[in-house]
């Protein structure tokens, strides 16, 4: 137990579909991620955020929105999807953003599969 | 653009043999992670490498890192099957920058036979 807990572990969903995907931390961490893990291709970074603000978004599309309310919760809302969104989505913290240091603490995933 | 690449990508091993996985990388970083996953697992992490020449080992795993050669290794000692599953590399993007900048390598699993 890596002290990061993610729910559902599974979702299926339609395209048309508006479902959102929870993540908690109780670390005491002030960091947190949402990574996307392809089959066949590396972990993707997909959100940053630090103090419940967001500091990295690398370009992804608007179909996934974040949210922050605090520094233990992170949500990862998601509508109308594609297929190719189907993959695992993976939390993770870290006690901050900056220095070499920090070690990532992912969740257990949520496998997501869009019909 | 930091591209990070691992190899092999499937490795097939018996037990008590030995055994490197290689990380190599395109261009200049100050961290250096490599990470565990177990098949409906989180990602765990075994070692941080932060400096050229840094060996870190932890039972029959040891990690290097040439920062030079822009090359960190993985080396299994006598594996056993409890070493079962897909190892990580992931680079720090840039220098001295956030964790939340690390580009992963696809992974190396490792199948360890009797």
């Known amino acids: 137990e890596t002290g990061v807990t993610q729910t559902p572990r599974h979702l299926v969903m339609g395209m048309t579909n508006k479902k959102s995907l929870k993540c908690e931390q109780h670390l005491g961490h002030n960091a947190m991620y949402w990574y996307k893990q392809s089959a066949k291709k590396p972990l993707e970074l997909m959100f940053v955020?630090?103090?419940?603000?967001?500091?990295e978004n690398n370009s992804v599309p608007s179909r996934f929105s974040p949210e922050c309310p605090n520094s233990s919760h992170l949500f990862l809302h998601l509508h109308t999807l594609q297929p190719e969104d189907s993959a695992l989505y993976l939390c993770a913290s870290s006690q901050d953003t900056g220095g070499s240091l920090e070690k990532l603490f992912f969740g257990s995933g949520t496998q997501l599969s869009v019909l | 653009e930091l591209k990070v690449e691992q190899n092999p990508l499937f490795l097939s091993m018996q037990e008590g043999k030995n055994y490197t996985i290689y990380c190599n990388y395109s261009t200049t970083s100050d961290r250096l992670y490599w990470y565990r996953q177990d098949p409906g697992k989180s990602l765990e992490s075994l070692f941080v490498l932060l400096s050229n020449g840094a060996v870190k080992q932890e039972g029959r795993l040891m990690a290097s890192l040439d920062t030079k050669a822009r090359l960190s290794t993985l080396h299994i000692t006598a594996a056993v099957h409890d070493l079962s599953a897909t190892y990580f590399c992931?680079?720090?993007?840039?220098?001295?920058?956030?964790?939340?900048?690390?580009?992963f390598g696809k992974g190396t699993k490792l199948s360890v036979k009797p």
């Open positions: 992931a680079v720090g993007r840039g220098l001295g920058g956030s964790q939340g900048n690390l580009i």
């Open positions: 955020y630090s103090l419940e603000e967001r500091v």
